[in-house]
């Protein structure tokens, strides 16, 4: 019995030296404490939140139109205009490139079309930390979009300074979003390779390599072929105009 009362008093005395340790942790050294804010909503949360609806929105825009918001160059679709990455308006030619750098293009598209939500976004971020009494300052330098395999991201070199009683720092800002944009516009390239050179891509090829997606082939009545890739799993598409190696009507 008094070894069992002993390992009990053991027991309490390194718990009570625990808990001693974790308040002068918090009390000696501040900066270790989380403050959260926002109603328990970290500022990197807080963007991530705000924007990741408005990036989701603008790909699945750029994925319907061919890569970009507001095709300069294309064709009507289901009631979407389809930009053409490759075209040629002559018969028997095969078609020229109109996007070589299709990812950069698009990654600059995605940056372009959110610009405005993400300044409405760190500003609304900064005026709900003063109203909590924080002096803020907010450096917003740089921004940029980058497509990463199954990922997007939106990169921000932006810094906070919150000051209270004490100071805590943000140094960067990223908003995730999970979409494979990239591999699909990889894919994308490839079939346009092929209208370069042969004028021509085989759809069942692509799908016999890669078991989960689907990729069609609709022929228009100029002799315009609107390509779809789509995602089986996740249903995100990616689609695209290409008018190549066309042969005048009468002629099979």
């Keep these: ?10 027991f309490i005395i390194i718990a009570i030296v625990i808990v001693a340790l974790i308040v002068i942790g918090f009390l000696v050294f501040p900066k270790i404490k989380t403050n959260l804010g926002l109603g328990g909503t970290s500022p990197s949360l807080f963007i991530q939140t705000c924007l990741q609806d408005t990036i989701k929105n603008t790909v699945q825009e750029i994925s319907l139109h061919g890569g970009s ?13 389809v930009e053409y990455l490759c075209y040629t ?3 028997y030619k095969t078609c020229i490139v109109q996007q070589p750098m299709l990812k950069p293009h698009i990654e600059n ?4 079309d959110i610009e405005d939500e993400t300044k409405d976004c760190f500003d609304s971020l900064e005026e709900n930390y003063r109203r909590q009494g924080y002096e803020v300052n907010l450096k917003r330098t740089t921004m940029n979009v980058e497509l990463l395999p199954k990922r997007v991201v939106a990169n921000f070199n932006y810094t906070l300074t919150l000051t209270k009683v004490d100071t805590q720092r943000y140094e960067s800002f990223s908003v995730v979003l999970n979409n494979n944009l990239y591999e699909l516009t990889g894919i994308a390239n490839s079939i346009v390779e092929w209208e370069t050179t042969l004028g021509n891509a085989d759809t069942s090829t692509y799908m016999t390599y890669y078991t989960d997606l689907k990729v069609e082939k609709k022929i228009k009545s100029d002799g315009t072929k609107v390509y779809i890739i789509t995602d089986l799993n996740t249903g995100n598409k990616f689609q695209f105009a290409s008018r190549s190696q066309v042969l005048p009507a009468g002629y099979d």
């Design 1 to 10: 019995m008094r070894f069992k009362r002993g390992q009990v008093t053991i």
């Design 109 to 112: 598209e995605i940056k372009t």
């Design 89 to 91: 308006s002559e018969y």
């Design 69 to 81: 918001v507001e095709p300069r160059f294309s064709i009507l679709h289901d009631n979407e205009k």
